[in-house]
């Protein structure tokens, strides 16, 4: 992969699919800053909301680099492929989705909760570059399940597909946090650096908690658990992690 700069936003970004890119980073000189919903909110309204703050920090729309969703319930491939082509639409009209190109470098995450989950895809959190330096680089890295690199069907590409046993996720666990170090790593950051670590499963972690997330350095302030499915069936376990200067709720 190669990072590569996405000028109009102030940061660079880790391409990967037309739906999100890898991870985002700011510029130097400039800040990541993450807005959480109290609740989480329809996507439409959402977008109306974020752009409100984000201009009224005298920001661009371009300067919005992450968003972390929440879905009704798992998606097949194509109900995927179908959502991710209209949630684009509203990123092609910030200026942020190039529609000839397909190229989006916004980070993101998409689970749905298993209990109380919304009606409708909703947006949990955001996050925007502000002009304010930090004292280290601030990034987001988005989610990732345990599929492995690849275009075709989930299912031929999932860790241990349709296993949920003990050395079965501890094998997906594996594979999702050296995907995200791996991440990390194109932008000359790891574990040390974050400020939060989110996991994403309806599986109990205990297991593989000790041993491979907290020794790894990925618990440092702590595992923020969702009870929560990553977006497409098959998937069992997804992490996502990110550095930021600044936190709010609205």
């Known amino acids: 992969m190669t990072v590569t700069a996405f000028a109009a936003g102030n940061y660079r970004t ?7 890119s890898s991870g985002v980073v700011a510029d130097a000189g400039y800040s990541i800053e993450r807005v959480t919903f109290r609740e989480p ?13 984000i201009q009224g920090e005298g920001r661009p729309l371009t300067s ?3 968003c972390e969703l929440r879905s009704p319930g798992q998606f097949t491939d194509a109900g ?38 919304p009606s409708e895809p909703c947006m949990y959190a955001f996050c925007f570059t502000v002009q304010k330096p930090a ?22 590409r999932i860790v241990r597909y349709g296993e949920t046993g003990a050395d079965a996720m501890l094998e997906k666990a594996r594979h999702v946090l050296t995907t995200l170090e791996g991440r990390m790593a194109e932008i000359g950051a790891g574990w040390g650096e974050t400020t939060g670590v989110q996991a994403y499963t309806v599986h109990d972690p205990h297991a593989f908690l000790p041993g491979e997330i907290v020794k790894r350095g990925a618990a440092r302030h702590g595992l923020t658990w969702h009870y929560a499915r990553p977006p497409v069936q098959g998937l069992e376990f997804e992490m996502d992690c990110r550095s930021v200067a600044h936190e709010r709720v609205v």
Do not use: H, M
Not at 14 to 20: E, G, M, N, R, V
């Open 64 to 66: 919005f680099c992450a």
């Open 41 to 53: 909110i329809p996507l439409a309204r959402a977008f109306a909301q974020a752009a409100v703050i």
């Open 135 to 156: 004292s280290q680089p601030t990034f987001v890295i988005s989610g990732s399940g345990e599929s492995k690199p690849g275009t075709g069907p989930y299912a031929e």
């Open 14 to 20: 880790i391409p990967a699919f037309f739906q999100y």
């Open 80 to 117: 995927f492929i179908a959502f991710n082509e209209l949630y684009c639409e509203t990123l092609a009209a910030w200026g942020i989705y190039d529609t000839a190109t397909k190229a989006n470098p916004v980070a993101r995450s998409n689970v749905c909760p298993e209990i109380d989950g």
